[in-house]
């Protein structure tokens, strides 16, 4: 199993610029999540979608756009960067049903994002 | 808002010492999980050990336990044995929302270095 792919691992942005992370799981999670983390303040998370077609804020969502047309792709976008956004941006899943199996968290290998 | 603390920002352990991580959290909910990660230098993040609420025992996995203290709302990490591979920065975790238990707060985590 691949889990959690994120891509691209590395990117750079001049301000303005838009781009897309990519987050694939192929775990069948119903859950996925977009965290940044910058020094000294832990992971905070941007959007979350708990399936297909829904969406929703997190503690940081400002400048950042997310769709889930699929089970399986959850892409972050940014739509006009700023140097603010500069961070390691983590892509995460799980699955939602009650049992020993839920709710833990499966990470992507994280994307660093430099916006000069 | 529920809230999760790391006071520590860094500690240091001697090898095949013992070492204690601190993370208090704050929620008025009653039945809930609680998560400890780590993120070594490659930057992945990875479930350390993960402990449920209405359990009085406290989780353990091989050397990582915890000391779940749960009217004092506390949640350290104990490391027993510490090996060179231990060196990270650990982070606490707990679900942002009720009944939401994919949906974590991070603590701002601590760093941990392991000296030979």
């Known amino acids: 199993n691949a889990g959690v792919t994120q891509t691209p691992k590395f990117q750079v942005l001049k301000t303005g610029q838009s781009m897309t992370l990519q987050c694939a799981q192929d775990?069948?999670?119903?859950?996925m999540s977009w965290y940044r983390q910058d020094p000294g303040m832990g992971l905070r998370l941007i959007h979350y979608?708990?399936?297909?077609?829904?969406?929703d804020q997190g503690e940081v969502p400002n400048g950042y756009n997310v769709s889930r047309s699929t089970t399986e792709d959850f892409p972050l976008r940014l739509l006009s960067a700023a140097p603010s956004q500069t961070s390691v941006y983590f892509c995460?899943?799980?699955?939602?049903?009650?049992?020993?199996?839920?709710?833990?968290?499966?990470f992507g290998a994280g994307s660093r994002l430099t916006v000069l | 808002a529920q809230t999760v603390t790391q006071s520590q920002p860094e500690m240091s352990v001697q090898e095949a010492e013992t070492v204690t991580l601190s993370c208090t959290y704050d929620?008025?909910?009653?039945?809930?999980?609680l998560f400890w990660y780590k993120q070594p230098p490659s930057r992945q993040m990875i479930l350390v050990i993960r402990?449920?609420?209405?359990?009085?025992q406290n989780a353990t996995e091989n050397r990582f336990s915890v000391n779940f203290q749960k009217a004092a709302k506390s949640f350290s990490l104990k490391i027993s044995d510490s090996q060179l591979g231990d060196t990270a920065m650990y982070f606490c975790?707990?679900?942002?929302?009720?009944?939401?238990?994919?949906?974590?707060?991070f603590g701002k985590g601590i760093t941990l270095s392991v000296r030979p």
């Open positions: 775990m069948n999670h119903e859950y």
């Open positions: 929620t008025s909910e009653n039945n809930y999980y």
């Open positions: 979608s708990v399936g297909a077609g829904i969406t």
């Open positions: 975790a707990f679900p942002s929302v009720t009944g939401a238990n994919s949906k974590l707060t």
């Open positions: 402990q449920e609420a209405y359990k009085q």
């Open positions: 995460a899943s799980s699955f939602l049903r009650q049992g020993s199996g839920a709710n833990v968290l499966t």
